[in-house]
């Protein structure tokens, strides 16, 4: 492919870019990090799916946004306090 043919990309997506870039370095190192793994049962796997299919997002976004509900649920909407570090 030559260079003629190639679009060049536009402001939209190197905007995107970049901000993915900027959340990535935003990350704690991966050593920080715990790893989980989780045994649903199928009623509960069943209704991520549903989720995902509702706000047409992928599962892995879907089981976040679980996550983030039921966080703020329990303890409430974050205060821009606890959002810095």
Do not use: Y
Not at 3 to 8: A, I, L, R, V
Not at 12 to 18: D, F, G, N, S
Not at 34 to 45: F, G, H, K, N
Not at 52 to 57: C, H, M, S, V
């Amino acid at each position: 492919m030559s260079e003629e043919d190639q679009k060049p990309e536009n402001d939209t997506v190197q905007r995107r870019r970049k901000r993915q870039q900027v959340r990535l370095l935003k990350l704690r190192d991966k050593e920080d990090r715990v790893r989980i793994s989780l045994r649903l049962e199928a009623t509960v796997d069943e209704k991520l799916d549903q989720l995902a299919e509702l706000r047409g997002l992928d599962r892995n976004t879907a089981i976040s946004l679980a996550i983030a509900q039921d966080w703020i649920a329990c303890f409430g909407p974050p205060n821009a306090h606890s959002l810095k570090r």
